[in-house]
C-alpha cells in the first residue's frame, strides 16, 4: 500500500546520499537516548558492519576499537567505541558542544589534517512503550545520575534539575509515582535529547514562559532530527537497517531483528494511563508523528529509487543480451548486412 503523506518535504530532505568517508576525516556520533533501542543499535554498529577493518572487540571489555582502515584514528564515536566521552547518555546540546574537542584531544598527533565532517545518528521509539520501558528500568534501581546535562558550559544547579527521590535511587516506584513527579526527566525525553536547550535558558525554567519554552524545544528538536545524517525508529528494525546502509553505503553482516513485545515488557496499562502518559510526553508524541512520517517518506523514496536502477539494470542487461544474440547470425549471413528494420524498432521502443 503506497504510504499517505503527512508533512511536506523536500527532495533533498529525503535523499540523503552521503559520500561517507572512512578512510578520510568521516565521524559517525551515535546519540543514544535511553530506552529506544539503542544498546542494540550500538552493538550493530560495532559487531555487524561489513567492513575492511572490523571493530576490534575483546571478550570481557566494554569497548571496541573501531579504527580507520588507514590509520588508528576511530570513525565512530559511541558508547560501545569511544564510552560515554561526552557524559552518559548525552543529548544533543552536549555532544555538538563536546564531540569536536573530545576527538582533536585524541587525535592530537593527526591535528594536521583537515577538520572532520561529524555524521550524527539516533534513534526513536513510540514515546508511551519508551516511557513505560523508563519507569521499569527505573523500577529496578537505575538512576543515570552520573549524567552532567551540560548546557551553557555548567551543570543546572539541584533547584533548576531536582530530584524526583530522596536516597540513591528511586527502586520500587509505582507508575503512579513516577508520572506525579513533575520534573522527571522521563517526561519528553526524546524532545529534549534532541533540541538545542541554549535556546531556551538550558534547565531554568522561568527563562521564558512555559508554553513558549515548549514550542521552542519541539521547533528545535524536529529541525535537528531532520538535519542529522540518519535517525531509525524502533519500531520498524528493517526499514532503519536499509535505511542506514543506503545512507551511509555501508552493509550489515546479519539482519535486524524486529522483537515486538507489547507496550516495554507485558506491562498491562488502562486506557486512563495510556492517556495521562500521552499527555505528559505531549511534545515527544507530536516529535514522534514528524519522525514517523519522515522516516516513512525516506524509505519510500530509497526503495522507487533502488526499483528504478533495477528496472533500468534489467533493461541494459535484456539488451546487451540480445544484440549478443544477433551477432553470430549476421556473421553467418553476407557481411555487412544491417540490422533489420523490426529489430531496430523493437530496440527502440523497448528502450
Not at 575483546?58 to 560501545?80: A, V
Not at 517526561?187 to 538550558?202: F, I, K, P, Y
Request: net charge positive; with cysteine.
Amino acid at each position: 500500500p503506497h504510504y499517505v503523506k503527512k508533512y511536506y518535504f523536500p527532495v533533498r530532505e529525503l535523499e540523503r546520499e552521503l559520500a561517507f568517508d572512512m578512510k578520510g576525516e568521516d565521524v559517525i556520533v551515535f546519540l543514544h537516548i535511553q530506552k529506544t533501542g539503542g544498546t542494540t543499535f550500538g552493538r550493530h554498529l560495532v559487531q555487524n558492519v561489513r567492513l575492511e577493518v572490523p571493530c576490534d572487540c575483546r571478550p570481557g571489555q566494554k569497548k571496541c576499537t573501531c579504527y580507520r582502515p588507514n590509520r588508528r584514528e576511530t570513525w565512530l564515536f559511541s558508547r560501545f567505541s569511544t564510552g560515554w566521552s561526552c557524559g552518559l547518555h548525552a543529548d544533543w546540546t552536549e555532544l555538538t558542544n563536546c564531540v569536536p574537542g573530545v576527538l582533536d584531544r585524541r587525535e592530537s598527533a593527526a591535528a594536521k589534517t583537515p577538520r572532520s565532517k561529524f555524521y550524527y545518528i539516533t534513534l526513536l521509539r513510540d514515546p508511551v512503550s519508551r516511557y513505560l520501558s523508563e519507569w521499569r528500568h527505573v523500577q529496578r534501581g537505575a538512576t543515570w545520575k552520573t549524567s552532567l546535562h551540560m548546557c551553557d558550559g555548567r551543570t543546572p544547579t539541584p533547584e533548576e534539575l531536582p530530584s524526583c527521590y530522596e536516597g540513591t535511587d528511586w527502586s520500587g516506584c509505582t507508575l503512579q509515582e513516577f508520572m506525579d513527579c513533575p520534573y522527571n526527566l522521563a517526561n519528553n525525553r526524546q524532545v529534549r535529547m534532541l533540541a538545542d536547550l541554549s535556546l531556551v535558558g538550558c534547565y531554568n525554567m522561568s527563562f521564558i514562559p512555559e508554553n513558549k519554552r515548549a514550542q521552542i524545544l519541539l521547533e528545535s528538536a524536529k529541525k535537528n532530527l531532520k538535519d542529522m545524517a540518519f535517525f531509525g525508529l524502533t519500531e520498524f528494525q528493517r526499514k532503519t537497517q536499509y535505511l542506514f546502509e543506503r545512507t551511509f553505503n555501508l552493509k550489515f553482516i546479519r539482519p535486524f531483528m524486529q522483537y515486538n513485545s507489547t507496550r516495554a515488557g507485558g506491562v498491562e496499562v488502562d486506557n486512563d494511563t495510556i492517556r495521562r502518559i500521552e499527555e505528559l510526553n505531549d511534545l515527544d508524541m507530536q516529535l514522534y508523528d514528524y519522525a514517523k512520517d519522515l522516516f516513512q517518506q525516506r524509505y519510500q523514496y530509497k526503495r522507487q529509487l533502488e526499483r528504478m536502477e533495477q528496472r533500468i539494470k534489467n533493461r541494459e542487461e535484456r539488451l546487451l543480451h540480445r544484440s549478443n544474440e544477433a551477432l553470430p547470425k549476421e556473421e553467418t549471413e553476407e557481411q555487412g548486412r544491417l540490422p533489420t528494420e523490426d529489430y531496430m524498432s523493437h530496440i527502440i521502443e523497448k528502450w
